[in-house]
């Protein structure tokens, strides 16, 4: 607290004490001197009436008289006739003097009996006490005798006696002062500590607690503030365990989640929600801004007007294609007033992919298993109408049924190996299997098939890597599709395969120089019936299932495809493999 405050306090009590002591001084002074007056007066009056005996009013020139009761009693002695002239004065002639009868001692004398006044004497300097007693005879006024007395003794008794009011006056305000100044600067240091602590409270330092010494008055602030910081040091440490529940809680949720107020601010949001829109702040942009779809936006208009959830689905193009299922839900504050949305967006592409695969693939299954079979119903109906009679077009019509039936085989033949592979009916046995023996198995496999396209089949083999943790079996396969698909679609050059190392990663490869496979269809490789030339593919008698068993069987063991092909250059796969020292 400011100095001027206890300034101001200061002075206003001394001011107080000032006037407490002037009222006091006067109050004090003017009744002791009016006390010494009334004692006077009482004591001129007793002595007025006993020399009224010896005083005849009949008579003049009564100056001696009256010198001679002043050496007696001290005081100035008149004798007044009842007309008010002097009849005789001690301290002046009497003949000189002029008539008293308007003089207030008198007048009052005349009256009451007694009169009594004070005047100021400009030849002495100093006040005077006029005393008048009105002298009867036989019921008549005979006159009045009047003694007066200088207040000079009593004026300086009073002087004397204000100055020692003065003093103590002066005394107590010096105490009270002293008192004061001792009692502000421990109101000031006590304030100075009360005042610390709150500013220490509101820049959150709730780890302090106030003491506050030979402060009675102020022990039950003191109580209050340490109990108002334990309960502000308790509630926020409640706060901060309920955010960091909340942050675990935004972090394990696999959806996005964004908390938006009413003028469409996000306040909050999962971490999960960076991977669906983008590794870019969220907090404190326009939901527009994050989520750029129309659907979403007039959900969320919706939701706004209704006061109930909805849900919409829709398609994200950025940062990558997703499908997204969002439920939004209002924030409500009170009765019927909004106070902001919660958005939770579940992720469905990969759904929507296996919905879309599902089609592909019976439609796949459908078109492949109809082809051959309507070619068998085809030549069976040519047969029972009367083909088998010739003999020769008979033979050829049972060798096209043959061969539609082996494809049908083949296809179904491809379809259990992939659902085993998936159920786990067929298990990979991994133990140390030597590459250059499983290539030259799959290079007497193949070796006919390439030379009838005039392809040179080469194995190249790095003898640091020659032994990789294969099921043998599965790895002969593997290299079978590989370079049998690469034969497949090599017009002219060579089909290479074997075993590399590059940047200390161990990776079976296998690259022809064929058509290769445009930019766009790379990612779809491995799909069950997916070909870049479907009629292509047919024609030689491709299913668009080998590649998809590779994918699986690379997966089985644990390791990962990776494939490169510039379209019209040619197609490099790559199956990258633990190498044996890290086993």
């Known amino acids: 607290m400011k100095r001027s405050i206890f300034r101001r306090i200061f002075w206003l009590y001394a001011l107080v004490m000032l006037l407490a002591g002037a009222v006091i001084e006067l109050s004090i002074a003017t009744s002791v001197r009016q006390g010494y007056i009334d004692t006077l007066t009482r004591d001129l009056s007793a002595q007025i009436r006993l020399i009224s005996n010896a005083v005849s009013f009949t008579q003049s020139g009564l100056d001696g008289l009256?010198?001679?009761?002043?050496?007696?009693?001290?005081?100035?002695?008149?004798?007044?006739?009842?007309?008010?002239?002097?009849?005789g004065?001690?301290?002046?002639?009497?003949?000189?003097?002029?008539?008293?009868?308007?003089?207030?001692?008198?007048?009052?004398?005349?009256?009451?009996?007694?009169?009594?006044?004070?005047r100021y004497s400009n030849t002495l300097k100093y006040d005077f006490l006029y005393v008048a007693l009105k002298i009867a005879k036989s019921g008549e006024t005979a006159g009045f005798i009047r003694l007066a007395v200088p207040l000079k003794e009593v004026d300086a008794a009073v002087d004397h006696l204000r100055i020692k009011l003065i003093f103590v006056v002066g005394m107590v305000l010096l105490a009270t002062w002293v008192f004061s100044v001792l009692q502000t600067d421990h109101l000031r240091r006590l304030l100075r500590q009360v005042t610390d602590f709150s500013r220490s409270l509101a820049r959150g330092k709730i780890d302090r607690k106030l003491y506050l010494q030979g402060s009675s008055e102020f022990n039950e602030i003191a109580d209050n503030l340490n109990t108002m910081s334990l309960e502000l040091r308790e509630s926020i440490a409640e706060s901060e365990e309920e955010k960091r529940r909340l942050n675990e809680i935004l972090k394990s949720i696999p959806d996005a989640l964004l908390i938006i107020d009413s003028k469409g601010i996000i306040r909050l949001s999962s971490s999960a929600s960076k991977e669906f829109f983008g590794d870019v702040p969220l907090t404190g942009r326009h939901f527009i801004e994050v989520v750029r779809n129309n659907d979403f936006s007039d959900l969320v208009d919706t939701v706004r007007k209704n006061f109930s959830s909805g849900i919409t689905e829709f398609r994200l193009d950025y940062p990558d294609e997703r499908y997204l299922v969002v439920r939004v839900s209002p924030l409500l504050h009170g009765e019927r007033k909004l106070s902001g949305f919660v958005a939770v967006f579940h992720d469905i592409t990969q759904l929507r992919k296996l919905e879309q695969v599902r089609k592909d693939f019976i439609a796949n299954v459908s078109h492949e298993i109809k082809t051959p079979i309507t070619a068998i119903r085809g030549f069976a109906d040519t047969l029972l109408e009367g083909a088998l009679e010739d003999r020769e077009n008979a033979t050829r019509f049972l060798q096209t049924i043959k061969a539609n039936s082996e494809r049908?085989?083949?296809?179904?033949?491809?379809?259990?190996?992939?659902?085993?592979?998936?159920?786990?009916?067929?298990?990979?046995?991994?133990?140390?299997?030597?590459?250059?023996?499983?290539?030259?198995?799959?290079?007497?496999?193949?070796?006919?098939?390439?030379?009838?396209?005039?392809?040179?089949?080469?194995?190249?083999?790095?003898?640091?890597?020659?032994?990789?943790?294969?099921?043998?079996?599965?790895?002969?396969?593997?290299?079978?599709?590989?370079?049998?698909?690469a034969i497949k679609f090599t017009e002219k050059g060579s089909v290479t395969f074997g075993i590399a190392r590059e940047g200390g990663k161990t990776f079976l490869f296998v690259e022809d120089t064929g058509i290769g496979v445009p930019a766009k269809y790379v990612p779809r490789l491995g799909e069950r019936f997916f070909?870049?030339?479907?009629?292509?593919?047919?024609?030689?008698?491709?299913?668009?299932?080998?590649?998809?068993?590779?994918?699986?069987?690379?997966?089985?063991?644990?390791?990962?495809m990776q494939i490169e092909s510039a379209f019209g250059k040619g197609t490099k796969v790559k199956i990258y493999t633990t190498p044996p020292e890290a086993r």
Do not use: Y
């Open 408 to 485: 049908i085989n083949s296809l179904v033949d491809d379809l259990m190996i992939i659902s085993k592979i998936e159920l786990g009916v067929i298990r990979v046995e991994q133990a140390k299997v030597d590459v250059e023996e499983v290539a030259g198995n799959v290079v007497s496999l193949l070796t006919d098939k390439a030379a009838e396209k005039d392809l040179f089949l080469r194995v190249s083999v790095d003898p640091d890597c020659r032994e990789i943790f294969a099921d043998k079996d599965r790895l002969t396969q593997i290299l079978t599709n590989l370079v049998d698909n």
């Open 66 to 87: 009256c010198r001679m009761l002043k050496d007696e009693t001290g005081e100035r002695v008149t004798i007044i006739a009842p007309d008010g002239r002097v009849l």
């Open 89 to 118: 004065d001690s301290d002046t002639a009497s003949s000189l003097m002029e008539n008293h009868a308007q003089r207030p001692e008198i007048q009052q004398a005349l009256l009451f009996g007694t009169g009594m006044s004070t």
């Open 531 to 560: 070909r870049v030339d479907p009629a292509r593919s047919r024609k030689m008698g491709g299913t668009g299932l080998g590649l998809a068993i590779v994918k699986h069987l690379v997966k089985a063991h644990g390791w990962e």
